[in-house]
């Protein structure tokens, strides 16, 4: 089983993790909402410094964290009827590329349907500064 943490309350997040469960046939995704904090940290403690309001995680049953755009990625394998994206999340120049196309959409995803106050997101850092996206 792969974890999946994410922000239950934010509408995209949650309609785009309905498709994946849709597609899940193997059923080898297990969700949890990251608003629950205690459990959350509880079960993995290796996400306690996660930005849980920036993006989403997985852990893999090896206990490797993925974040962002390389968490959607680990998603899809665990799929045959999501492999196909698997060309398209692994195409040269898309673990460059992928991360800052992730973070915009998470920056903006009011824009994509989330209705939520949650997914009103912090101002971004101020330039200069590294984000890990």
């Known amino acids: 089983m792969v974890d999946v ?14 498709v994946c469960r849709t597609l ?4 080898r995704l297990r969700y949890h909402d990251a608003n629950a904090r205690q459990q959350v ?4 403690p290796e996400l306690a410094s ?20 390389f968490a959607f990625r680990r998603i899809l394998w665990e799929s ?9 999340f692994y195409f040269p120049g898309s673990g460059v590329i992928g991360p800052k196309v992730y ?15 949650v997914c009103e997101l912090p101002p971004a850092p101020p ?3 590294n984000r890990l996206d």
């Open 41 to 44: 940290y509880t079960q993995f």
């Open 80 to 88: 045959p009827l999501m492999w196909p994206l698997l060309l398209l």
């Open 50 to 69: 996660a930005d849980f309001e920036n993006a989403m995680f997985v852990v893999s049953p090896d206990r490797a964290v993925a974040r962002g755009f």
């Open 24 to 27: 899940d046939v193997r059923s």
């Open 127 to 129: 330039a200069g500064r």
């Open 103 to 117: 973070a915009w959409i998470a920056r903006n995803r009011r824009s994509f349907g989330c209705e939520s106050e």
């Open 5 to 18: 943490i994410y922000d239950g309350g934010c509408g995209f997040c949650v309609r785009a993790l309905d």
